[in-house]
């Protein structure tokens, strides 16, 4: 069974930055895509970000190119998302994900091609 724990939420003022951090259990995470979600009071999860297996291919949502780095190191099994700049309009639940297909070559952005998640952590930003 694979667990995600993530990190890194917290109170923020518009313009600042916030780093999350997502580690993984197992033996497997390098031969998995993984992916950032989140959900906003009153809304659906939506996608924010996904990154390949070797990191060296990223995908962001539009709202968030930019601001937002998706980055991942197999080493420590654990994917960060750097935020900056940040919006009131980034709060959210944010939650890491794992594709559910080993040695995948495409990065998704629908939530029904990841079959792990975290608990979510939540960040805040003041206007």
């Known amino acids: 069974q694979v667990q995600l724990v993530e990190s890194g939420g917290g109170l923020v003022q518009a313009g600042g930055s916030l780093r999350l951090s997502c580690a993984a259990s197992g033996r497997t995470f390098s031969t998995y895509a993984m992916g950032w979600f989140r959900r906003a009071p009153g809304k659906e999860r939506e996608f924010v970000a996904a990154?390949?297996?070797?990191?060296?291919?990223?995908y962001y949502t539009d709202s968030v190119t930019g601001r937002f780095t998706i980055s991942r190191d197999n080493a420590k099994n654990t994917v960060y998302l750097q935020m900056n700049s940040l919006k009131p309009e980034d709060t959210a639940v944010y939650y890491c994900?794992?594709?559910?297909?080993?040695?995948?070559?495409?990065?998704?952005?629908?939530?029904?091609?990841?079959?792990?998640w975290g608990q979510g952590t939540q960040v805040t930003v003041s206007s």
């Open positions: 994900a794992r594709d559910s297909l080993a040695y995948g070559t495409t990065l998704h952005r629908l939530r029904n091609e990841y079959n792990y």
């Open positions: 990154i390949s297996r070797s990191g060296s291919t990223t």
